[in-house]
Every structure is written in C-alpha cells, then in structure tokens.
C-alpha cells in the first residue's frame, strides 16, 4: 500500500557494500591524512599563541563534547542502524519516519541544552571554574557559553552523517570533514593575526564541526528528498518518543564512554593542573586521529553490516570483517609503533618547548589506543548486529570502576593513569564480553551442532 511503497533507487548489493565501505576508508583515510595534518597545524598554531595553560582551558572545553557526546539520547546511533535496515529492505516511509523523527527529537534536546545550559553556566560559581594561571575567569565563563550555545544550536544537524553511512555514502563525511580542517586551519591563522582570545578559539573548534554537519544534512535532505527529507505528516510524538526509546542503549553506552574516558582530561586537570591537561590533550589528539583515518571506513562498515543482515547474507559479514579487522589492526599498530619511537622528539618543535612529553607516556597512549581500536572495530560489528545492550550494561560497570581507579592511577603515577585506568577496568568487564558476542555473531552458518536424524 502506498504507506510502504518500496524506493525506486537499485538495492544496494554485496557489491555496493563492498565498494561503500572500500570507498570510505580509501577516499575518507585520504582526505583524513590531509585533515588531520590540518588540524595537527591549527592546534600547534593556537598552542604558541596562547600558551600552554589557556590552551589546556581550550583543550578541557572542546573535550566537553565528547563528554556530553551523549546529548543526542542514542538517536543518532539507532538512526544509522534503522535506517540502513529500512534501506535494505526498500521502504520509503520508514526512512522518511525514522529521519524525520529523529531530526525533531534532536531539535527539541538542542533548544533544551541552550535553554538550559546558559543559565548554569552563568550561574556556576567561579570556585567551580579550572584552574588556569593567567586565564581571566570571565574569558573561560564566556568559552563555555559559547560551547553551550554551538552545541545546542548543531545538535539537530548530527543526522547528516548518520544518513550518509546509511545510504552508503559514507566517504561524503570524510571530504566534509577536510573542508572543515581548511577551514579551522583559516580561523586559527586569523585568531593568531589579530591576537583573539581563547573564546574565539573554543567557538572555532566546536563550532565549525557543527556548520559542516549542517551542510552534509542539507545536501543529503536536497539530493534524496524522497527518501530521507523530513515530513511534517509522518512527525509524531510517539514517533519521536519511539526514536529515543530505541535510542536508549545507545545512550548508556555514551554516558558510560563519556564517564570513563572524556573525564581523562577533566582528571589531569584537577590533579596535575591545566598545564598537565595541555599534555594531555595534545596526545590525545594525536593518536585519536590515528583512529580517525579509519573512522569512516569502521563506521560505514557498522551500517553495511545491518544492511546486509536486513538481506540475511550473514557470510559477507563473516568475510568482509575478519578482511577489514587484519589489515587496518596491522596498520595502526604500526602507525602507533612510529608515533611512540617519534614522538617525543617532534612535539616540542610542533607545539613548543613547553610542553615535551616523555617516551613511557607515549607508551601508555598506544597500548591503549591499540587496544581501543581493536575494541571499536568489535563493538560496531555488535552495533551492526542490534546487539547493544550487551554491551551497554558491562559498559556501566566499567564507568564505576573508571573514573577512581583512574584518579587514584594519576595521582601515584601521573599522566599515564587514566590511560591504564581505561584498560584494566575496559579489559575486564567490557573488552572480553565484546570479543565473545562477537565471535558468536561470526560464527559460520554451518559450524552449528546438528543432531542426526538416526541420533
């Protein structure tokens, strides 16, 4: 009936998969190294300028939004997932449902954040503020209202991504993103020139994100209108409603990943100070964008996988992700190899001499970088697969061993604490649960005990 008419585009088929998914790491890895380099120049550019103590103000903000990445209340990770299932199986309404729902649910917690955000921040008392040397307390209250205005305000726009990953189109992000490293690069470079303060730094970092996500979302809405462009008859509360429900372990997921890991820097920064933070910050960023060269191909390949087991072709799942896991672990592990024997050496001339960190803290950042990478790859196959609550439960279990073992990690050693406070409290709650449900969704048809008919 005409609620269900099926879409008229071709059905993406194993072929397709593979070439969305080739396309995304080759195309998005490419584009990646260009942004990376970009955004590698634009830090160091605004770390000479502001020094290491505002820098770390700078680098605690922006890392705001990977602690409160939670916002979206799961729905952007059930949209990637439901409508790439939708997608598969050629129903129009559920696509256009499942946006349209989604972008309206996302509108109403953007307008809450900024409703709601301002005035605490205004609000909160100076005691509560970081604790940075020669930072004015009014200039950080003012970052932070602009961090909660941007992110408000791009919320909605979160679902550009999701619906490129979900047509199979995921290396639009990645050229996407490269405009955006031009574009932080240009700002950086005119916040040095005319000598602006770290607000002006903040705005750029987390705003400009927001404004390339709005432009991947009007792309997408203007060239498959028919398929995934908002519309005001399929827009209902329980819709909505139905969208954040689905949504939840998603959110538990985030909230628990937000609890352990986007807390490191806020950690460092209580208990070593901003300067401490800065460190922190500036290898994080390092090796999260030796992640991110094959962030778009792992994403793309969480959605081709519920794609093709909406298709019931489960041996190309089986096939394409032992294919995929080899060669980008192999690859990381010698990237990570290179950033820990050349790293120290080239840090200090990248961001000055103030902040130089030592070869064991490299250490520590690829033993856990390599590990998480292996761990994220598994997790996106479970998300692929609808097998989330599985791992959001162990998930909050691992948040409340975290954050103290974490605290207790930093202060006897320092700032490779968190780090090794993420993997002994991941590797024994989270990481082995991961490995085994995934194995289990791996596992070969035809490797299932069959009793005899004579038995």
Known sequence: MASRRSIRCPRPSENIRDMAIRRAFVSGAGAKVLTILLGLAAIGAATRHLGANAYGVVAIIVGLTGLFGFLDFGIGGSLVSDLARSYARRTVRDMRTAV??????????????????????????????FDAPGVNATEIRLSLLLYVVATGVTLPFNVGPRIALSLQFGLLTGIVNLVSGVMVLVLVAIGVSFDLSLSYFVLIFVGVPGITNFAVTIYLFIRHKRYVLPKWSLLSFSGALNMVLRGLPFLVMGIAGAIAYQTDILVVAYVLGSAGAAVFAVLTRIFSSLIQLFAGGLQQMWASVAHALAEDDKEWVRRKFWHTFSITMTLFVVAAGLAVLLGPSLVPIWVGSSISPSWDLFLAFAVWNTYNFAMMQFSFLLNGAGKVWSQAIPALIMAGINVPLSIYLTQQIGLAGPLYGSLISHSLTVGWLTVLWALRVLRPADSQVRISSHA
């Open 100 to 129: 349209t729902n989604s972008y309206a649910a996302l509108s109403v917690i953007g307008g809450l954040v900024v409703v709601l955000g301002c005035p605490i921040v205004l609000n909160l008392p100076s005691e509560l503020l």
